[in-house]
């Protein structure tokens, strides 16, 4: 099958890709994140102030960009 490109697949090797790749799959309702972002990005900028950290410090990129939800990952601040 992956040798020639070019020749006809049969409709089971078809289906089989498809299953594979998982298209046409119904898994279920996916939970989302229901947390409003304007209200996050005013308590980050909160900190932000609170903290004295500038846009583009290396704190700065760990305030905004860590996943708490995703990685558990927790902005500490700064170390003085």
Not at 15 to 41: C, M
Request: aromatic letters at 10%; zero cysteines.
């Amino acid at each position: 099958m992956l040798g020639n490109p070019a020749r006809n697949l049969t409709m089971s090797e078809i289906d089989d890709i498809i299953r594979l790749a998982g298209i046409n799959e119904f898994k279920g309702f996916q939970p989302y994140n229901t947390e409003n972002i304007s209200i996050t990005g005013t308590e980050k900028r909160k900190i932000e102030k609170e903290k004295n950290i500038k846009p583009g410090d290396k704190e700065w990129f760990k305030l905004w960009f860590s996943l708490p939800g995703m990685t558990g990952a927790n902005f500490r601040g700064r170390k003085k």
